[in-house]
């Protein structure tokens, strides 16, 4: 195993690897392991008890956070004729048909997604072996493969982004950047815990959530408990609420020690009267 550097080792020990934290409390950990000179991307690895090796229980589907993840798509298009202007039209950054199969065949898959029109299925089949195994085949579960070639140029360019088991059955996706605010990176993080719920494939046996980890691009992981899925946000905002009341109370109580003592100080001086 490689030997970790000084600053990883320095990042490494302000977690207690034996807790999972709450979402809110991780989001906030993972923006202060923020050590590159640039903003990191903040990882979300999502550990699942699918057994992939089973057609009903793959789990594969789109999803656009509320917050932008902070990366420029690129999107090319499969399409011809009118749809082909259409794609262009909605800014994908290169159309064609035979053209861009050869293009990509001789080697080019410098791209983040690609469309295609269902006409244009026979040609981008030819690119299976290269485009299948980067995870950037045309698909018309994700829409992707689509008649409305514009709309899907549109949403891939807007930051929809594609998720889906890996061999181990974990799903890794980016959430954010590290100069998104804390609530900003919240929120995605719970938009993508939403659609991973709703996406359970009704086969799923045992437990389905294992283990959440959330990590920036040169730092280490953060355990988050995988239990917490339903109202991320407003736990956040209630725990919040909670610490305000709290420092409330307790400068309520400030403000009763300060009237006791007042109170005492007002006796003292009308004992001393009476002595006079």
Known sequence: MARRGKRYRELYGRIDRERQYPPSEAIELVKGLQSSKFPETVECHIRTGLNVRHADEQLRGTITLPHSAGRDVTVIAFAKGEKARDAEAAGADAVGDDDLAKRIQDGWTDFDVAVATPDMMPVVGRLGRILGPQGKMPNPKVGTVTDDVERAVTEAKA?????????????????????????????????????????????????????????????????????????????????????????????????????????????AEDAGDDEA
């Open 159 to 267: 930051g929809r982004t594609e998720y889906r088991t890996d061999r181990s059955a974990i799903v890794h996706m980016p959430i954010g950047k590290t100069d998104l605010e804390a609530r900003e990176l919240l929120e995605n993080y719970a938009a993508l815990i939403d659609e991973i719920v709703r996406a359970k494939p009704a086969a799923a046996k045992g437990r389905y959530l294992r283990t959440i980890t959330l990590a920036t691009t040169h730092g280490p992981g953060i355990r988050v408990d995988p239990t917490r899925t339903r109202d991320i946000v407003a736990d956040e905002g209630a725990a919040a609420n909670g610490a305000g009341a709290d420092a409330g109370g307790a400068g309520a109580e400030e403000n009763g020690a300060g009237a006791e003592t007042t109170g005492a100080g007002s006796g």
